[in-house]
């Protein structure tokens, strides 16, 4: 396969996966939000708790459906979407987390070995397009 077609495939499921992830890790629900706190108790359920203030106030509510999270002014979540992308690409570059997660981009890299791409995100098409009204060559 040509390596252009095989760097194109690889951007396609890099990007792919970190929409999965952006979807999943920045949704308004309890267990993204970083004042989210997972208690176990004794009998080895989980209750999942509101630790907003909890400094302050020694006082936690419960946190446990959708509704909670998209009603409470205090959610924020866990981490950006600049963080999520640097773990993201952090996590491909890591051969044992690499064939864990992501066996499809692992594959790629096992077939060839010397392809060398660079992180994500990357530039956008608004950046490309930009360049070609200007006429600027990269």
Same mark, same amino acid.
Request: glycine share 2%; aromatic share 12%.
């Given at each position: 396969?040509?390596?252009?077609k095989?760097? &194109?495939k *690889? ?6 996966h970190?929409?999965k992830i952006?979807?999943?890790?920045l949704?308004? #629900?309890?267990?993204?939000?970083? !004042?989210n706190k997972?208690?176990?108790?004794? &009998?080895?359920?989980?209750l999942n =708790? ?5 400094e302050? #106030?020694?006082?936690v ?6 509704? +909670?999270?998209?009603?409470? &002014?205090?959610?924020? =979540? ?7 992308? %640097?773990?993201? &690409?952090?996590? =491909?570059?890591?051969e044992?987390?690499?064939? %864990?997660?992501f066996?499809?981009?692992? %594959?790629?890299? @096992? *077939?060839?070995p010397?392809? =060398?791409l660079?992180?994500?995100?990357e530039? %956008?098409? @608004? !950046? +490309?397009a930009? *360049?070609?009204?200007f006429r600027?060559? #990269?």
């Amino acid at each position: 396969m040509e390596e252009k077609k095989v760097k &194109n495939k *690889l951007k396609q499921l890099k990007y792919q996966h970190l929409k999965k992830i952006y979807s999943k890790k920045l949704s308004i #629900t309890p267990e993204n939000c970083k !004042y989210n706190k997972e208690i176990r108790l004794p &009998n080895r359920s989980k209750l999942n =708790v509101c630790g907003f203030n909890f400094e302050e #106030t020694y006082e936690v509510d419960l946190c446990y459906k959708s509704e +909670h999270a998209s009603d409470c &002014n205090a959610f924020c =979540v866990r981490k950006t979407k600049e963080e999520l992308g %640097t773990q993201f &690409n952090a996590d =491909v570059k890591d051969e044992q987390i690499r064939a %864990t997660l992501f066996k499809d981009i692992n %594959t790629i890299y @096992w *077939l060839y070995p010397d392809l =060398v791409l660079e992180d994500f995100p990357e530039k %956008t098409r @608004w !950046y +490309h397009a930009i *360049l070609k009204l200007f006429r600027i060559n #990269t």
